[in-house]
Antibody
Framework: QLQLQESGPGLLKPSETLSLTCSVS??????????WGWIRQPPGKGLEWIGT???????YYNPSLKSRVIISVETSKNQFSLKLSSVTAADTAVYYC????????????????????WGQGTLVTVSS | DIQMTQSPSTLSASLGDRVTITCRAS??????LAWYQQKPGKAPELLIY???SLESGVPSRFSGSGSGTEFTLTISSLQPDDFATYYC???????????FGQGTKLEIK
């Protein structure tokens, strides 16, 4: 059974860089059928997509966060990672990693679609 | 950017009720829409993809419909396990954005 597990510091100070890793077990991150994504959820609020990566390294980012986000993949370790720089209190959230299932769009291009497996999430708090 | 708007934000219903949640897209997304269920303290779970396809293992009382800009999630007969928050998500590849609706909280009346 596929499992995703987020890991990383739970408390950061403003201006620091958030670094999280998602370890994938029970499946290969190098599968051509899937992308891998990060989503966050501030306490008591809704879901916000952060970004997505393919095993080849192709990536997509939320324009509102793009200037501060880097997502990378390490196929040898079956992991992918998130870095978010210059954090503020507004970045306090539960951060989820998820498998982003691909699909063929109307142009025949294989694109990220829905999120079919999620990690349990990790709370990251930004506070001085 | 494609905006997703769900209604209502909160819905009160009783066991056995049939309920419908609506999700509207700010522009056409064809059928590239998913629905998720989230319970407190848990990660979301995929219910429906491609607007109307039921994810494996999801009870058949859940169904989805719609295309273009208007979509619905229907629960045919509410069970105790269904009281949760529901989110829609669009995945139109032309936008390269994967936007969620703001959520609908389904409460016990």
């Amino acid at each position: 059974q596929l499992q995703l597990q987020e890991s990383g510091p739970g408390l950061l100070k403003p201006s620091e860089t958030l670094s999280l890793t998602c370890s994938v077990s029970g499946g290969s991150i190098s599968s051509s059928n899937y992308y891998w994504g990060w989503i966050r959820q501030p306490p008591g609020k809704g879901l916000e997509w952060i970004g997505t990566i393919y095993y080849s390294g192709s990536s997509y980012y939320n324009p509102s966060l793009k200037s501060r986000v880097i997502i990378s993949v390490e196929t040898s370790k079956n992991q992918f990672s998130l870095k978010l720089s210059s954090v503020t209190a507004a970045d306090t959230a539960v951060y989820y990693c998820a498998r982003h299932r691909g699909y063929y769009d109307s142009s025949g291009y294989y694109s990220p679609g829905n999120f079919d497996f999620w990690g349990q999430g990790t709370l990251v708090t930004v506070s001085s | 950017d494609i905006q997703m708007t769900q209604s209502p934000s909160t819905l009160s219903a009783s066991l056995g009720d049939r309920v419908t949640i609506t999700c509207r897209a700010s522009q056409s997304i064809s059928s590239w829409l998913a629905w998720y269920q989230q319970k407190p303290g848990k990660a979301p779970e995929l219910l429906i993809y491609k607007a109307s396809s039921l994810e494996s293992g999801v009870p058949s009382r859940f169904s989805g419909s719609g295309s273009g800009t208007e979509f619905t999630l229907t629960i045919s007969s509410l069970q105790p396990d269904d009281f949760a928050t529901y989110y829609c998500q669009q995945y139109n590849s032309y936008s390269s954005m994967y936007t969620f609706g703001q959520g609908t909280k389904l409460e016990i009346k």
